[in-house]
C-alpha cells in the first residue's frame, strides 16, 4: 500500500482468486479447396449446415462437353463435414488459385470467386417512381402477325423490363394485346443506351399487319410485392438476391437475400446508427453480392431492373491445386496467440510435403495441438502405408491413421472416398466431450467411426502388428462392432509416454492451462509469496485432473531450490512440474488356471 502523509485509513484490495482456467480443447481446422466464402481467411463453422451455407455444397462435376475434365472438391468437404458431425467448432479457410474468378453483372458482381455466382440474379430498385404503377406510352410496329400472335420490337428495353406476361397493352385504337413471350434484348447497333427486344403478344381482335399503333400500359418492378413500401428517397433502393437456377439452394428462383431502402449515398445512415451505404451493407451484411461502382456511378445509373450475374469461375480443384496454395492456407494457424485451436486435419491427402508442413510449421511450432494425418487414396497396402509413414517427420503432435472410408454423398446420390483423418481428429473432440482429452480415443467405447460403407483396408492382425510398429493406427471393421480406431500412437520419434495420444493431449491440456494461470504471476516479486501464491494456484488444479483419472500422482516445486539467487538476480522464475501421467491400455493378457479341487486359491495366486 502506498505510504500515508498524515493520519487516515487507506483501503486497498488484493486478490487472490486467481485459478487455473479451463481451456479449449476440441477446435479443430482445416484448410483446401471450396466452391465459395472469402479466400484465405479463418472462419468458424459449428455445424454441416453452416459449412454448406457459408462455404458451398461439395462438388464433382465436369467442366467441359467431352466429359474428360472432372473438377471436384469432395475428399476435403467432407473431411470438414465429417468433423462437424462429432464436434460443433471448425476453423476453415478457403484456397484458390489465380484461375479463380467472381461472377460480375453491371454495379454489381459476387462477393467470392467461383462458378456459384454464376447463379446469381440480382433485381434491384432506386426511387419510389421507379417502383410504383406509371402510365407509359410505347410506339407499336406490328411486324408479323399469324396463328402464333403479333411479334413486335420495342425500343427501349425499360419499358419492357416492366412487362411480365400475361399484360395487357392497350393500343390507340382502344384494342387490347396481351403479352404471351419475351426474346432476348439485343444492343442497338446505333444508339447502345437503348435495346430491341422482340415481345409476342396474343390479340383479342385482328390488327393490321405493318401498322403502327400508340400503346398505353401500367408498369411496375417486377419485385415490388415483396415490399410493403416504395424506396423513401431518390437515392434509397430496394434490392433482392436469387437464385436464378436453383444450383445455390436447389430452388430455381428462390430468394436468397433482401435489402430494403439502403442508399446509393456513401453519408447514409441507418436507424440503428449503423452505415445505410449500399456499398458498406453489401460488404457488411451480404453473402452472395457486393457493388463494383462507386457512389456517383449509383446514383447515376441505377433505376431498375435485374440481370444474372456472369463469367465466375472455380479455379482448380483439389486435385490440381499446389500444394503451395494449401500450405498458405495452413499457415494462418502457425501463431497459438492468433487463434486457439487443437486439432488440425489434413483433409485429402497431397503426400508428405503437406503433412510434413501441418506437422513442423504448425504443430511443432504452435507445440498445441496435434496433426491428423492420413496416406493418400493410391496407397492400398500396408507396405505403401508404411512408405508414406517413413516419409513423414517424426513427432509426437503427429497422429497417422490407415487411409481412406467410403461413404454415402448425399448432395450428389453417390459414394466417394473420404480420408479418415478428420474422423480421427473428431473422435479427440468427442472423447473431450464424454469424458477428458487425456483419455483415448480409439477402442469400443470412444472409437467408434461414423459414415462408414467399407474401409479402403480393412487390416488383419498380421497387418496390424506392422501397422502399428510403423506408428500408424488401424482403422478397423469387426462385426457386430461397427467400425473402430484399434490404435492411440503418435508417431513419436522414441518410446516413451509421448508415444500415446491420450498423454501427449493430456500435457497440452496441463501446459495450456497452467502456461495461462502462470501469466499472473508475470512482473510480481520472486519471493516467497509469489512462489507459494503459484503452488496454491497449480496444485488444485492437478489434484482435480488426478481425481478425473488424468494423472498418477505429481509434485510442484517452486522455492529457493529451483528459484535461486542467480535465477532471481536474472528476472526469472522457475516452476518445476512434476507428472506421472495415466497410460492407456494397448495389451491385455488374460490367464485361466486350472486347479485340483482340493487346492486352495491362496495357494497358487501369484505363482503363474
Same mark, same amino acid.
Not at 468437404?77 to 484461375?99: E, G, H, I, Q
Not at 418492378?221 to 410493403?228: K, N, Q, R, V
Not at 431498375?304 to 490440381?320: C, N, P, Q
Given at each position: 500500500?502506498?505510504?500515508?502523509?498524515?493520519?487516515?485509513?487507506?483501503?486497498?484490495?488484493?486478490?487472490?482468486?486467481?485459478?487455473?482456467?479451463?481451456?479449449?480443447? $476440441?477446435?479443430?481446422?482445416?484448410?483446401?479447396?471450396?466452391?465459395?466464402?472469402?479466400?484465405?481467411?479463418?472462419?468458424?463453422?459449428?455445424?454441416?449446415?453452416?459449412? %454448406?451455407?457459408?462455404?458451398?455444397?461439395?462438388?464433382?462435376?465436369?467442366?467441359?462437353?467431352?466429359?474428360?475434365?472432372?473438377?471436384?472438391?469432395?475428399?476435403?468437404?467432407?473431411?470438414?463435414?465429417?468433423?462437424?458431425?462429432? *464436434?460443433?467448432?471448425?476453423?476453415?479457410?478457403?484456397?484458390?488459385?489465380?484461375?479463380?474468378?467472381? @461472377?460480375?453483372?453491371?454495379?454489381?458482381?459476387?462477393?467470392?470467386?467461383?462458378?456459384?455466382?454464376?447463379?446469381?440474379?440480382?433485381?434491384?430498385?432506386?426511387?419510389?417512381?421507379?417502383?410504383?404503377?406509371? %402510365?407509359?406510352?410505347?410506339?407499336?410496329?406490328? /411486324?408479323?402477325? =399469324?396463328?402464333?400472335?403479333?411479334?413486335?420490337?420495342?425500343?427501349?428495353?425499360?419499358?419492357?423490363?416492366?412487362?411480365?406476361?400475361?399484360?395487357?397493352?392497350?393500343?390507340?385504337?382502344?384494342?387490347?394485346?396481351?403479352?404471351?413471350?419475351?426474346? +432476348?434484348?439485343?444492343?442497338?447497333?446505333?444508339?447502345?443506351?437503348?435495346?430491341?427486344? /422482340?415481345?409476342?403478344?396474343?390479340?383479342?381482335?385482328?390488327?393490321?399487319?405493318?401498322? #403502327?399503333?400508340?400503346?398505353?400500359?401500367?408498369?411496375?418492378?417486377?419485385?415490388?410485392?415483396?415490399?410493403? !413500401? @416504395?424506396?423513401?428517397?431518390?437515392?434509397?433502393?430496394?434490392?433482392?438476391?436469387?437464385?436464378?437456377? =436453383?444450383?445455390?439452394?436447389?430452388?430455381?428462383?428462390?430468394?436468397?437475400?433482401?435489402?430494403?431502402?439502403?442508399?446509393?449515398?456513401?453519408?447514409?445512415?441507418?436507424?440503428? =446508427?449503423?452505415?445505410?451505404?449500399?456499398?458498406?451493407?453489401?460488404?457488411?451484411?451480404?453473402?452472395?453480392?457486393?457493388?463494383?461502382?462507386?457512389?456517383?456511378?449509383? !446514383?447515376? @445509373?441505377?433505376?431498375?431492373?435485374?440481370?444474372?450475374?456472369?463469367?465466375?469461375?472455380?479455379?482448380?480443384?483439389?486435385?490440381?491445386?499446389?500444394?503451395?496454395?494449401?500450405?498458405?492456407?495452413?499457415?494462418?494457424?502457425?501463431?497459438?496467440? #492468433?487463434?486457439?485451436?487443437?486439432?488440425?486435419?489434413?483433409?485429402?491427402?497431397?503426400?508428405?510435403?503437406?503433412?510434413?508442413?501441418?506437422?513442423?510449421?504448425?504443430?511443432?511450432?504452435?507445440?498445441?495441438?496435434?496433426?491428423?494425418?492420413?496416406?493418400?487414396?493410391?496407397?492400398?497396402?500396408? %507396405?505403401?502405408?508404411?512408405?508414406?509413414?517413413?516419409?513423414?517427420?517424426?513427432?509426437?503432435?503427429?497422429?497417422?491413421?490407415?487411409?481412406?472410408? &467410403?461413404?454415402?454423398?448425399?448432395?450428389?446420390?453417390?459414394?466417394?472416398?473420404?480420408?479418415?483423418?478428420?474422423?480421427? +481428429?473428431?473422435?479427440?473432440?468427442?472423447?473431450?466431450?464424454?469424458?477428458?482429452?487425456?483419455?483415448?480415443?480409439?477402442? &469400443? *467405447?470412444?472409437?467408434?467411426?461414423?459414415?462408414?460403407?467399407?474401409?479402403?483396408?480393412?487390416?488383419?492382425?498380421?497387418?496390424?502388428?506392422?501397422?502399428?510398429?510403423?506408428?500408424?493406427?488401424?482403422?478397423? $471393421?469387426?462385426?457386430? !462392432?461397427?467400425?473402430?480406431?484399434?490404435?492411440?500412437?503418435?508417431? %513419436?520419434? /522414441?518410446?516413451?509416454?509421448?508415444?500415446?495420444?491420450?498423454?501427449?493431449?493430456?500435457?497440452?491440456?496441463?501446459?495450456?492451462?497452467?502456461?495461462?494461470?502462470?501469466?499472473?504471476?508475470?512482473?510480481?516479486?520472486?519471493?516467497?509469496?509469489?512462489?507459494?501464491?503459484?503452488?496454491?494456484?497449480?496444485?488444485?488444479?492437478?489434484?482435480?485432473?488426478?481425481?478425473?483419472?488424468?494423472?498418477? #500422482?505429481?509434485?510442484?516445486?517452486?522455492?529457493?531450490?529451483?528459484?535461486? *539467487?542467480?535465477?532471481? #538476480?536474472?528476472? !526469472?522464475?522457475?516452476?518445476?512440474?512434476?507428472?506421472?501421467?495415466?497410460?492407456?491400455?494397448?495389451?491385455?493378457?488374460?490367464?485361466?488356471?486350472?486347479?485340483?479341487?482340493?487346492?486352495?486359491?491362496?495357494?497358487?495366486?501369484?505363482?503363474?
Amino acid at each position: 500500500m502506498a505510504f500515508q502523509t498524515s493520519p487516515g485509513v487507506n483501503i486497498s484490495e488484493i486478490d487472490l482468486t486467481n485459478v487455473v482456467p479451463a481451456v479449449a480443447t $476440441t477446435e479443430g481446422a482445416i484448410a483446401g479447396v471450396f466452391r465459395w466464402g472469402p479466400e484465405d481467411q479463418r472462419i468458424l463453422v459449428t455445424s454441416e449446415q453452416d459449412l %454448406a451455407n457459408r462455404f458451398g455444397k461439395p462438388a464433382s462435376y465436369y467442366t467441359d462437353g467431352n466429359l474428360t475434365t472432372l473438377w471436384s472438391n469432395h475428399e476435403t468437404w467432407f473431411s470438414a463435414a465429417n468433423f462437424l458431425s462429432y *464436434s460443433d467448432a471448425l476453423y476453415v479457410t478457403r484456397v484458390t488459385d489465380s484461375t479463380a474468378v467472381a @461472377a460480375s453483372g453491371t454495379n454489381f458482381s459476387a462477393k467470392y470467386k467461383g462458378v456459384l455466382g454464376n447463379s446469381i440474379e440480382v433485381s434491384h430498385c432506386v426511387g419510389s417512381s421507379n417502383m410504383g404503377a406509371t %402510365a407509359r406510352t410505347q410506339a407499336l410496329s406490328i /411486324t408479323a402477325y =399469324g396463328t402464333t400472335g403479333i411479334i413486335n420490337t420495342m425500343v427501349n428495353s425499360t419499358d419492357a423490363d416492366y412487362l411480365s406476361v400475361g399484360d395487357v397493352i392497350v393500343l390507340s385504337d382502344g384494342q387490347e394485346l396481351i403479352v404471351t413471350a419475351f426474346a +432476348a434484348a439485343v444492343a442497338d447497333a446505333v444508339d447502345n443506351t437503348k435495346f430491341q427486344r /422482340t415481345v409476342t403478344f396474343g390479340s383479342r381482335y385482328n390488327p393490321a399487319t405493318g401498322a #403502327d399503333y400508340a400503346s398505353t400500359f401500367s408498369t411496375q418492378w417486377g419485385d415490388a410485392s415483396l415490399f410493403d !413500401q @416504395a424506396p423513401s428517397s431518390a437515392t434509397r433502393m430496394h434490392v433482392v438476391v436469387r437464385d436464378a437456377d =436453383g444450383k445455390i439452394s436447389g430452388t430455381k428462383g428462390a430468394i436468397l437475400e433482401r435489402f430494403e431502402d439502403i442508399d446509393t449515398s456513401s453519408t447514409a445512415i441507418a436507424a440503428d =446508427g449503423s452505415t445505410n451505404f449500399s456499398v458498406d451493407v453489401f460488404e457488411n451484411r451480404s453473402d452472395w453480392i457486393k457493388c463494383t461502382a462507386p457512389q456517383a456511378v449509383l !446514383q447515376a @445509373a441505377l433505376t431498375y431492373g435485374k440481370a444474372i450475374l456472369t463469367s465466375g469461375a472455380d479455379g482448380l480443384d483439389e486435385v490440381g491445386i499446389t500444394v503451395g496454395d494449401v500450405i498458405s492456407g495452413y499457415n494462418l494457424y502457425t501463431d497459438p496467440a #492468433d487463434v486457439d485451436v487443437s486439432l488440425i486435419i489434413q483433409g485429402k491427402a497431397k503426400g508428405t510435403t503437406l503433412a510434413n508442413h501441418i506437422i513442423n510449421n504448425v504443430c511443432e511450432t504452435r507445440k498445441d495441438c496435434i496433426a491428423c494425418i492420413s496416406p493418400e487414396l493410391t496407397d492400398l497396402t500396408v %507396405a505403401n502405408m508404411v512408405d508414406f509413414a517413413n516419409g513423414l517427420t517424426a513427432s509426437t503432435f503427429a497422429v497417422i491413421d490407415s487411409g481412406y472410408k &467410403y461413404q454415402y454423398d448425399k448432395y450428389s446420390d453417390v459414394y466417394r472416398w473420404i480420408p479418415l483423418n478428420a474422423d480421427i +481428429a473428431g473422435l479427440c473432440a468427442r472423447t473431450d466431450d464424454v469424458r477428458d482429452p487425456w483419455f483415448s480415443p480409439a477402442g &469400443y *467405447s470412444r472409437g467408434n467411426v461414423k459414415n462408414v460403407v467399407k474401409l479402403q483396408l480393412n487390416p488383419a492382425k498380421a497387418q496390424r502388428d506392422v501397422l502399428y510398429k510403423s506408428k500408424i493406427n488401424p482403422v478397423i $471393421t469387426q462385426p457386430g !462392432q461397427g467400425t473402430i480406431l484399434f490404435g492411440d500412437k503418435t508417431n %513419436a520419434p /522414441t518410446t516413451s509416454a509421448f508415444d500415446r495420444i491420450n498423454v501427449r493431449r493430456l500435457f497440452i491440456v496441463l501446459e495450456k492451462a497452467i502456461g495461462v494461470a502462470a501469466k499472473s504471476t508475470l512482473f510480481e516479486f520472486n519471493d516467497d509469496f509469489t512462489r507459494a501464491q503459484f503452488k496454491n494456484l497449480v496444485e488444485p488444479f492437478l489434484r482435480d485432473v488426478q481425481g478425473r483419472r488424468g494423472i498418477y #500422482d505429481f509434485r510442484v516445486v517452486c522455492d529457493e531450490t529451483n528459484n535461486t *539467487s542467480n535465477v532471481i #538476480d536474472s528476472n !526469472q522464475f522457475v516452476g518445476d512440474i512434476y507428472i506421472k501421467p495415466a497410460r492407456s491400455i494397448n495389451f491385455i493378457q488374460l490367464n485361466f488356471v486350472a486347479v485340483r479341487s482340493g487346492v486352495e486359491f491362496s495357494e497358487v495366486v501369484g505363482q503363474f
